[in-house]
């Protein structure tokens, strides 16, 4: 079995971090998987610098075989198609993500949810990032077989909580996200009193917003929680107390673990929301200790994640039918693939002799020479890997193919 999960290119958000957590969760569990970026020039690092710290391997391409796996996140569902002769994963991350997409128009004109009819695919496994992306394709959908993989929150943040959240003095700091409801916020922020202080969460490094979210007293958020979202769990673990409204996975008591009190129905009622908050921050102390259970529930979320990924591991390879067979080359499939190495082999020789030439160049100070073998080894590369992919494309057809 292989994995491949597709993702966007130099894009940091909570999203794209999980598909990163999972695969160093399948390098982990001994599984070879390969991270996909949209948009990836071929050039540059794809991968986005906060999360080179999951060991990521990336290739240029997903190759559909009888092994191989497709990890698609509920906003790339456009790649379904990519799949014909292997499995599909589609992880829900969010549930709005999918609705207000693409899918937007088609379902006001036809007021069909299931835009990609996912009954009819056979190839398909589901799983899902919170109860409320959960309960939307078993009730909503109707697929009733969807499994649990969640995810947790940005370790740095986690043990820096873990070190700081009580060394600090609590101000009267209201945070937010200026990104996520912003519009239904900012009559509250107008109308309250001036002592309380609020800091929209925008700009920061991992540790700078630990940092400060250390140092306040609440965190409000507004927006649609379209997956069970990473800021307020982050504000929770370093002392927060989380206020939020009623939308998506805010109304499930399994995906923010906080009070009922705190979940406010009507985020319009201006003066309702501001005695919660001036009851927040002038009783502070008294009010975090019941967000308890819910720091406690985060405190799990990375043993739980595994546990989810390893028993993932297991449903995909009893859905794709492999997990205990091997397929063989025939005899003459194993000549053509040796002679293919065999090219390779000799190309990489070649790459080496280039480069060191280049490096005897730079010693000489012969600044064209080194630019001359450097584009050579570019075309090398780009020869090599024409190769590679064409050599793949042979061994991944099947039998009836050939």
């Not at 986690?158 to 937010?176: I, T």
């Amino acid at each position: 079995m292989r994995v491949f999960l597709v993702g966007t290119k130099n894009m940091e958000a909570g999203g794209l971090e999980v598909l990163h957590q999972f695969s160093k969760c399948l390098t982990d569990n001994k599984i070879d998987n390969f991270m996909i970026y949209l948009g990836d020039d071929g050039i540059n690092c794809p991968t986005p610098k906060a999360y080179l710290k999951y060991g990521v391997k990336y290739v240029t391409s997903y190759i559909d075989a009888e092994d191989s796996i497709l990890v698609l996140a509920e906003t790339q569902l456009s790649g379904l198609d990519l799949c014909r002769k292997g499995k599909i994963m589609v992880w829900w991350l969010s549930v709005e993500n999918y609705l207000f997409s693409r899918h937007r128009q088609i379902i006001a004109v036809n007021n069909n949810i299931d835009t990609y009819n996912f009954k009819g695919r056979s190839n398909v496994i589901h799983f899902a990032q919170s109860y409320y992306a959960k309960n939307f394709v078993q009730e909503i959908l109707g697929i009733r077989e969807c499994y649990d993989l969640k995810d947790y929150i940005n370790e740095e943040i986690m043990d820096f909580a873990g070190l700081y959240s009580m060394a600090y003095e609590r101000k009267n700091v209201c945070l937010y996200n200026p990104k996520k409801g912003y519009e239904n916020l900012r009559p509250v922020i107008e109308a309250c009193r001036t002592d309380i202080e609020w800091i929209p969460l925008e700009g920061y490094k991992p540790v700078e917003v630990a940092e400060l979210m250390c140092q306040s007293k609440v965190y409000v958020d507004f927006g649609s929680h379209p997956g069970k979202d990473r800021i307020p769990r982050e504000a929770a673990i370093c002392g927060c107390c989380v206020l939020t409204n009623q939308e998506g996975s805010a109304r499930w008591q399994e995906d923010v673990r906080i009070p009922d009190k705190y979940k406010i129905e009507n985020t319009g009622d201006i003066e309702a929301v501001l005695e919660r908050i001036y009851d927040l921050m002038d009783h502070y102390e008294e009010r975090r200790e019941e967000y308890s259970n819910y720091r406690s529930a985060i405190e799990e979320e990375r043993d739980e994640f595994k546990r989810d990924a390893q028993a993932a591991v297991l449903k995909l390879e009893d859905f794709l039918g492999q997990a205990h067979t091997k397929r063989h080359l025939s005899p003459d499939d194993a000549l053509n693939c040796d002679a293919s190495l065999a090219s390779l082999n000799a190309a990489a020789d070649q790459l080496n002799r280039i480069i060191l030439a280049a490096r005897k160049d730079g010693l000489r100070n012969d600044y064209s020479g080194v630019i001359n073998k450097l584009l050579n080894v570019d075309y090398l590369i780009r020869v090599m890997k024409e190769t590679i992919y064409m050599e793949i494309n042979v061994l991944s057809l099947s039998d009836s193919e050939k």
